[in-house]
Nanobody, 123 residues
Framework: VQLQASGGGSVQAGGSLRLSCATS????????IGWFRQAPGKEREFVAR????????DYADSVKGRFTISRDNAKSTVYLQMNSLKMEDTAIYYC?????????????????WGQGTLVTVSS
């Protein structure tokens, strides 16, 4: 199982970025995929999650209305479109495969993780 996050970078506040999570090694459509982030000195936190068919989407309150999660099952890839970025969105962003149900926002629910991609938002 592999998850590879990419698309991070530096952007000014108000700008946009699109992150990608390319996966392999499992039947992609059978699994929900989540995005998490970890800011310097803080714990890793839930950002968004998308179900296997793409119909169910969940977001942290802090990103609702600004971030959009989507997936392309033909490419085994999940995307996170981030608009209206704020300085507090600065973090390393990780994608992860949902493997056990401890709750959709719990890190314990995600058994496989990508390596992370850094997003830096400046004023």
């Amino acid at each position: 199982v592999q998850l590879q996050a990419s698309g991070g970078g530096s952007v000014q506040a108000g700008g946009s970025l699109r992150l990608s999570c390319a996966t392999s090694g499992f039947i992609f459509v059978n699994y929900a995929i989540g995005w998490f982030r970890q800011a310097p000195g803080k714990e890793r936190e839930f950002v968004a999650r998308i179900g296997g068919t793409g119909k169910q989407k969940d977001y942290a309150d802090s990103v609702k209305g600004r971030f959009t999660i989507s997936r392309d099952n033909a490419k085994s890839t999940v995307y996170l479109q981030m608009n209206s970025l704020k300085m507090e969105d600065t973090a390393i962003y990780y994608c992860a495969r949902h493997t056990i149900n401890w709750g959709l926002e719990s890190l314990k629910s995600y058994g496989d993780w990508g390596q992370g991609t850094l997003v830096t938002v400046s004023s």
